[in-house]
C-alpha cells in the first residue's frame, strides 16, 4: 500500500517561487509514473505535471509550460515540482498521485490509482 504525503506549499506573492515535495511510504514507486494535479477553488481538478519512471519524459498542461519543473528522485521516493513565475491564477490545493499500471508519464487522471492528501498553494497579487 503506497501513501503519498505533499509539503513545500505556502503563501508567495505574485512572481515567485514555489518547491513542492511529494514523498512516497510503503513501497517504491520507481516503476509507477508520477503526476501533479491542482484544485482550485470552485473548479475542477486538473492535470498539471506528469513523468515517467525514468524521469525522461515529462507533460506538462500548457497553462505551466516554461514555468513548472516536475522531477523525481527514485532513490528517495520522492517526486518534486519547481514552480517559478508563479500568478494568482496557480492558486489551488496541489495533490501528487501514483499510477500503479502506467510506467510513461501521462496526463489523464483517470490512470492514477493513489492520491495525497493536497497541499495549498496561494498566490497573492
Known amino acids: 500500500q503506497v501513501q503519498l504525503v505533499e509539503s513545500g506549499g505556502g503563501l508567495v506573492q505574485a512572481g515567485g517561487s514555489l518547491r513542492l515535495a511529494c514523498v512516497a511510504s510503503g513501497r517504491t514507486v520507481s516503476n509507477f509514473a508520477m503526476g501533479w494535479f491542482r484544485r482550485a477553488p470552485g473548479k475542477s481538478r486538473e492535470s498539471v505535471a506528469s513523468?515517467?519512471?525514468?524521469?525522461?519524459?515529462?507533460y506538462y498542461v500548457d497553462s505551466v509550460k516554461g514555468r513548472f519543473t516536475i522531477s523525481r528522485d527514485n532513490p528517495k521516493n520522492t517526486l518534486n515540482l519547481q514552480m517559478n513565475n508563479l500568478t494568482p491564477e496557480d492558486t489551488a490545493v496541489y495533490y501528487c498521485?501514483?499510477?500503479?499500471?502506467?510506467?510513461?508519464?501521462?496526463?489523464?487522471?483517470?490512470?492514477?490509482?493513489?492520491w495525497g492528501q493536497g497541499t495549498q498553494v496561494t498566490v497573492s497579487s
Open positions: 513523468i515517467g519512471v525514468s524521469g525522461h519524459s515529462t
Open positions: 498521485a501514483a499510477s500503479v499500471s502506467r510506467s510513461s508519464a501521462t496526463l489523464l487522471q483517470s490512470d492514477y490509482d493513489v
